[in-house]
């Protein structure tokens, strides 16, 4: 079994005031904690955000990039992974752009460079290897979006080496629109399947995005996922709702998964 988390934690902007970074790290880290998240997909994460991930969360490495430059500046799409459970066979990135090497590129009509970061895990437990992917779609740009989810779908086919595929991200996309819909389309044969409509059991809302609970619950909408293609059985699905007094831990609900690889 393995638990896999896809997490927009949201950066760092002092003008969310008491919903700040800085108030929320604590609570963000223990949540992965508590969850037991073996790996996990994060979105909006600045260099400084990673760090204090990383000082609050030693038991987990990371493999990403910066945006932006490609090393430090700029939000990172990281994928953070338990060291004593997995080792990290190969790993990358591409820009969500015409030219996926174009270091820092903003892609077709996107409003922000937009980065995919990717890894083969091996479980060092089971000898098992899997492909994880993690990115975040383009929030306002048609064509970058629609392009985006199929060059998701185009890479992970490449570098995936046939292994069991998951990918997490924040598509900014609710299940009918577009980007979704390329990317679980059943006549491609590179689909991806969201995970909770699989799942063995389900659980939490109908939602992931709620502004740290601004948004009235009828208006919230999905837009975080867990896909998966492959070899892989999908025992639950979750969306986190939790808040301590009034902090939210993002303005996201992280959403996670049990996994096995067949």
């Known amino acids: ?149 199929s060059l998701v779908l185009e890479q992970a086919k490449k570098l995936s080496e046939n292994l069991p595929i998951i990918v997490t991200g924040d598509f900014n996309a609710v299940p009918s629109d577009e980007p979704i819909q390329v990317l679980t389309n059943p006549s491609d044969p590179r689909h991806l399947t969201h995970s909770r409509t699989i799942a063995g059991f389900t659980y939490g809302p109908e939602w992931t995005f709620h502004d740290f609970g601004k948004i009235p619950y009828d208006k919230r909408e999905w837009i975080d996922y867990i896909f998966v293609k492959g070899n892989i059985k999908v025992l639950r699905h979750g969306v986190l709702t939790e808040t301590l007094n009034n902090l939210f831990p993002s303005d996201h609900c992280p959403v996670i998964s049990t996994l096995i690889l067949e």
């Open 1 to 149: 079994k393995m638990n896999v988390m896809s997490y927009n934690i949201r950066y760092d902007n002092s003008g969310d005031k008491d919903n700040q970074w800085k108030f929320r790290r604590d609570f963000a880290a223990d949540l992965v904690k508590f969850h037991e998240a073996d790996v996990f997909g994060a979105q909006e994460v600045l260099n400084n955000q990673l760090n204090d991930l990383l000082d609050r969360l030693p038991e987990y490495a990371y493999v990403g990039v910066g945006r932006e430059d490609g090393k430090t500046k700029g939000e990172y799409a990281p994928i953070f992974y338990r060291k004593d459970r997995f080792s990290v066979e190969k790993s990358g990135n591409f820009w969500l752009a015409e030219d996926i090497n174009a270091v820092g590129k903003k892609g077709w009509d996107a409003a922000c460079e937009r980065v995919a970061t990717w890894a083969i895990l091996k479980d060092k437990n089971t000898g098992k290897k899997f492909f994880f992917l993690n990115t975040h779609l383009d929030h306002m740009g048609k064509v970058a979006r629609h392009e985006g989810a």
